[in-house]
């Protein structure tokens, strides 16, 4: 297939360009800058210049081709206004791409986010967050998924907490961010809730399925580990930067602090099942080994 890829710079979005490349697929991948573009075209990928917010470049890049996977995203957590432009960026980006994919029976993959479920792991069967900073993304994705009634193969691959390489990524790659900032290995809470997490790697190979294979309407999780206590996610991070390990104020986290204080685990077991994934590259644990002081 030839694939339109947003975000294919990105931690995940370039682990999921080199699966597909690997895997008999061509990519078509927007490009913001310069510098992107000379990334993916080193990778021998064709760059498709052009931003998140410019909806006509977005629908061209699907139109050329047999099917889409989303993985861009503005990551501003700095303030709820600077967040709230990243939702509202992305929605008007999932709208323009479906809306040109409509009837074509062409696959349309999208990032989505593991959803909490209080008492429980959350399953492929729970709905996507409606409430907090990110509902909007929940509602975007799920209109993704309703194009599955008019002719679009759309799913979405829910990504856990962390999706991580080489030490870094996602919601540990933060605590580690701080922890060099402040000088101290924090975690929000008594720091027994627990954090699911994947490899990009791992999370590579279920776009490709889902791409492939997944019909249409539905939602995967890229979980490898169900559940890591955060505390223990920190004691890795103090020990590999020789920094205390301590507790610290919710608040101290800005807009993420309620997000970092929740135990949220989540099962990937109909997805390993439904689609046949196994995740074989490093647990989260074991990948952070690889900080550097
Ligand atoms: N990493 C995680 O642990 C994790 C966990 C849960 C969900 N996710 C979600 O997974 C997706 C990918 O995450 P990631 O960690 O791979 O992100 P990342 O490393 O920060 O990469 C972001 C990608 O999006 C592109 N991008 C950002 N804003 C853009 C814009 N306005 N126009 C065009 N391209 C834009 C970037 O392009 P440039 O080359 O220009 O930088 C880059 O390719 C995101 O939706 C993220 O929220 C990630």
């Keep these: 297939m030839r694939v339109f890829?947003?975000?294919?710079?990105?931690?995940?979005?370039?682990?999921?360009?080199?699966?597909?490349?690997?895997n008999g697929h061509t990519v078509l991948a927007l490009a913001r800058s310069e510098a992107s573009a000379l990334a993916v075209k080193a990778v021998g990928v064709e760059p498709l210049r052009g931003d998140l917010a410019d909806l006509d470049t977005l629908r061209a890049g699907a139109a050329a081709a047999d099917g889409v996977i989303h993985l861009a995203f503005g990551n501003d957590f700095?303030?709820?206004?600077?967040?709230?432009?990243?939702?509202?960026?992305e929605s008007a980006a999932l709208a323009a791409l479906g809306e040109r994919l409509l009837g074509s029976d062409?696959?349309?993959?999208?990032?989505?986010?593991?959803?909490?479920?209080?008492?429980?792991?959350?399953?492929?069967?729970?709905?996507?967050?409606?409430?907090?900073?990110v509902a909007g993304r929940g509602r975007a994705v799920m209109s993704v998924l309703d194009l599955a009634s008019r002719g679009v193969r759309s799913s979405a691959v829910r990504m856990?907490?962390?999706?991580?390489?080489?030490?870094?990524?996602?919601?540990?790659?933060?605590?580690?961010?701080?922890?060099?900032?402040?000088?101290v290995a924090g975690y929000p809470g008594d720091g027994a809730q627990r954090w699911p997490a994947v490899h990009a790697l791992d999370a590579a190979?279920?776009?490709?399925?889902?791409l492939e294979r997944a019909p249409g309407g539905t939602a995967w999780h890229?979980?490898?580990?169900?559940?890591?206590?955060?505390?223990?996610?920190?004691?890795?991070?103090?020990r590999r930067l020789g920094l205390p390990v301590e507790r610290v104020p919710e608040e101290s986290y800005g807009p993420l602090g309620p997000i970092f204080a929740t135990d949220q685990p989540s099962s990937s077991s109909h997805t390993r099942q439904a689609l046949g994934w196994q995740p074989t590259h490093p647990n989260l644990l074991e990948d952070l080994e690889n900080i550097q002081p």
């Design 5 to 22: 890829v947003t975000g294919g710079t990105g931690l995940i979005g370039s682990a999921v360009v080199a699966e597909l490349l690997g």
């Design 78 to 89: 700095s303030s709820p206004d600077a967040l709230a432009r990243c939702v509202a960026e």
């Design 106 to 133: 062409r696959p349309f993959v999208t990032v989505s986010g593991t959803p909490r479920v209080p008492g429980r792991a959350s399953t492929e069967a729970d709905p996507p967050p409606t409430d907090g900073p």
């Design 160 to 183: 856990p907490r962390t999706v991580h390489n080489h030490g870094t990524g996602g919601f540990a790659g933060m605590l580690t961010d701080i922890a060099r900032r402040t000088g």
């Design 205 to 210: 190979v279920l776009f490709r399925l889902a």
């Design 222 to 238: 890229a979980v490898a580990d169900e559940g890591d206590a955060v505390r223990d996610i920190a004691a890795v991070i103090g």
